[in-house]
């Protein structure tokens, strides 16, 4: 923190009269005027920092995670995924590795949660039989790091056993012991009107039988795995170029077919702003424009909760905590023995992409097991109904409010991508393997979160 000028002070202290101090006070006087004027005018010289020097963002928030009650005997955290990269939800896969950030450094504290897994293969039916799978294995919380209308089967089911649930990727059913990390459709709509440039003539494109909230639509698209592609990026094209300077078009679906729209946007010479759904963040939407062709241009845009890694960079208590996390997942990607949550491979090859978000939810569920004396998860859903956690719970980025359906007291920003590595985490093993950063300019905060 910076201090506060003491001019006040200065100025209104008592005068002595010159006539009073002799000569060689006076000029000891001077020097010393000079000396401080030369230290605080002189040129902030800073030796330069590698990329890698994470010097810069020492974290003050300690590595270690030690639970208040020491109460973590027999914590089980479900968490739901999605595999195979056709099936929806499948994006957050590597982004979920961020659970696994958490469990270390609730080992270091020595006090340990266990964490299993369940895939919901992208289908309701499978997402209740993962709820059914975790509930059998005795899980006091369950996460779903999944997204799409497909996750409805895990809430339903969860509920009809009393199973709280913290959804981090996707905001859908909550409520009635149902959190969400992710924006709902109100934060988004208005986060989409924030985003969209003056008097924009938005062009929608989106998957068909999707109703989607946008300011000022002037066409719409519709597309499902039929439609020629190419094709509709060669209309919008024309369409864009009638609208001239206001045209903004927003993409929406999953990571994959955004990338492959987006490229072929590219290819046809659109040159408005791209705004794409939430799905874009994930590291899937990078690996698949670069792999179609495309490129990670300056207008490309999307809406949500700043949890970029430039936080870290921040002196306040966000950043710290981010700081913090990421330290962690350094940490974890330098040593080969540390696994994903599936134990298939090491983590280092997910630390590129291990999100913040899947590390707060499994922090939630620690803290608000640990608080209750029996294993029952209906004492931990009236807990946790009642928490406010943050830095000094070592959450990464903004507090949590679980009082509220949608905790996170961040506000939905403006988000703009950049291949600019921080160099603030490990990078991929492959040089070519595509990275996005995302972005929040400064003054671009949309306060969309009621207290």
Same mark, same amino acid.
């Given at each position: 923190?910076?201090?506060?000028?003491?001019?006040?002070? &200065?100025?209104?202290?008592?005068?002595?009269?010159?006539?009073?101090?002799?000569?060689?006070?006076?000029?000891?006087?001077?020097?010393?005027?000079?000396?401080?004027? /030369?230290?605080?005018?002189?040129?902030?010289?800073?030796?330069?920092?590698?990329?890698?020097?994470? +010097?810069?963002?020492?974290?003050?928030? !300690?590595?270690?995670?030690?639970?208040?009650?020491?109460?973590?005997?027999?914590?089980?955290?479900?968490?739901?995924? %999605?595999?195979?990269?056709?099936? &929806?939800?499948?994006?957050?896969?590597?982004?979920?590795?961020?659970?696994?950030?958490?469990?270390?450094?609730?080992?270091?504290?020595?006090?340990?949660?266990?964490?299993?897994?369940?895939?919901?293969?992208?289908?309701?039916?499978?997402?209740?039989?993962?709820?059914?799978?975790?509930?059998? +294995?005795?899980?006091?919380?369950?996460?779903?790091?999944?997204?799409?209308?497909?996750?409805?089967?895990?809430?339903? /089911?969860?509920? +009809?056993?009393?199973?709280?649930?913290? &959804?981090?990727?996707?905001?859908?059913?909550?409520?009635?012991?149902?959190?969400?990390?992710?924006?709902? !459709?109100?934060?988004?709509?208005?986060?989409?009107?924030?985003?969209?440039?003056? #008097?924009?003539?938005?062009?929608?494109?989106?998957?068909?039988?999707?109703?989607?909230?946008?300011?000022?639509?002037?066409?719409?698209?519709?597309?499902?795995?039929? %439609?020629?592609?190419?094709?509709?990026?060669?209309?919008?094209?024309? @369409?864009?170029? =009638?609208?001239? $300077?206001?045209?903004?078009?927003?993409? #929406?679906?999953?990571?994959?077919?955004? $990338?492959?729209?987006?490229?072929?946007?590219?290819?046809?010479?659109?040159?408005?702003?791209?705004?794409?759904?939430?799905?874009?963040?994930? !590291?899937?939407?990078?690996?698949?424009?670069?792999?179609?062709?495309?490129?990670?241009?300056?207008?490309?845009?999307?809406?949500?909760?700043?949890? #970029?890694? =430039?936080?870290?960079?921040?002196?306040?208590? !966000?950043?710290?905590?981010?700081? $913090?996390?990421?330290?962690?997942?350094?940490?974890?990607?330098?040593?080969? =023995?540390?696994?994903?949550?599936?134990?298939?491979?090491?983590?280092?090859?997910?630390?590129?992409?291990?999100?913040?978000?899947?590390?707060?939810?499994?922090?939630?569920?620690?803290?608000?097991?640990?608080?209750?004396? @029996?294993?029952?998860?209906?004492?931990?859903?009236?807990?946790? &109904?009642?928490?406010?956690?943050?830095?000094?719970?070592?959450?990464?980025?903004?507090?949590?409010?679980?009082?509220?359906?949608?905790?996170? %007291?961040?506000?939905?920003?403006?988000?703009?991508?950049?291949?600019?590595?921080?160099?603030?985490?490990?990078?991929?093993?492959?040089?070519?393997?595509?990275?996005?950063?995302?972005?929040?300019?400064?003054?671009?905060?949309? @306060?969309?979160?009621? +207290?």
């Amino acid at each position: 923190m910076t201090p506060e000028p003491q001019l006040e002070e &200065e100025q209104t202290s008592r005068r002595v009269p010159l006539t009073i101090i002799g000569w060689g006070a006076l000029l000891g006087v001077l020097l010393l005027v000079i000396v401080v004027a /030369a230290h605080l005018l002189r040129p902030d010289i800073r030796p330069l920092r590698a990329p890698g020097d994470t +010097e810069a963002i020492a974290p003050i928030v !300690p590595q270690e995670i030690t639970l208040p009650n020491n109460n973590n005997r027999d914590a089980k955290i479900g968490i739901i995924m %999605t595999y195979g990269e056709d099936a &929806e939800g499948s994006e957050w896969v590597l982004p979920a590795q961020g659970a696994a950030v958490a469990a270390h450094r609730l080992d270091l504290g020595k006090t340990p949660v266990q964490l299993t897994v369940a895939n919901d293969k992208g289908t309701s039916d499978g997402a209740r039989d993962a709820v059914e799978k975790l509930k059998s +294995e005795g899980v006091q919380g369950i996460i779903i790091s999944s997204s799409g209308e497909h996750i409805k089967g895990a809430t339903n /089911a969860a509920r +009809e056993s009393s199973i709280p649930v913290i &959804e981090v990727y996707d905001s859908v059913d909550t409520g009635r012991g149902v959190w969400s990390l992710a924006p709902n !459709p109100e934060q988004l709509s208005q986060a989409y009107v924030q985003a969209s440039q003056p #008097s924009t003539q938005s062009i929608v494109i989106a998957p068909k039988d999707t109703e989607v909230k946008i300011p000022q639509v002037a066409a719409k698209h519709a597309y499902d795995r039929d %439609t020629d592609v190419r094709e509709l990026a060669q209309d919008v094209k024309k @369409e864009s170029q =009638s609208y001239g $300077a206001s045209a903004n078009i927003f993409v #929406s679906g999953s990571a994959i077919r955004q $990338a492959k729209i987006v490229k072929e946007l590219q290819y046809a010479g659109v040159t408005a702003q791209i705004l794409l759904s939430p799905q874009a963040v994930s !590291p899937i939407f990078a690996r698949t424009l670069v792999a179609e062709g495309g490129t990670v241009s300056a207008n490309l845009t999307t809406v949500g909760y700043n949890m #970029s890694d =430039s936080l870290a960079l921040q002196s306040d208590d !966000p950043g710290r905590g981010l700081a $913090a996390f990421l330290e962690a997942v350094r940490v974890m990607g330098q040593d080969s =023995s540390y696994m994903t949550l599936q134990d298939d491979q090491a983590f280092k090859s997910a630390a590129p992409y291990a999100d913040a978000r899947s590390h707060n939810a499994v922090l939630a569920f620690a803290y608000a097991i640990d608080k209750v004396h @029996e294993r029952k998860p209906e004492a931990v859903t009236r807990v946790l &109904e009642s928490m406010r956690l943050d830095a000094a719970q070592a959450i990464a980025g903004d507090a949590l409010d679980f009082t509220h359906e949608n905790p996170t %007291t961040a506000p939905v920003q403006t988000l703009h991508a950049t291949e600019q590595s921080l160099g603030l985490r490990p990078e991929p093993s492959n040089d070519q393997e595509p990275r996005i950063v995302w972005f929040a300019e400064r003054g671009t905060r949309t @306060e969309t979160y009621n +207290e």
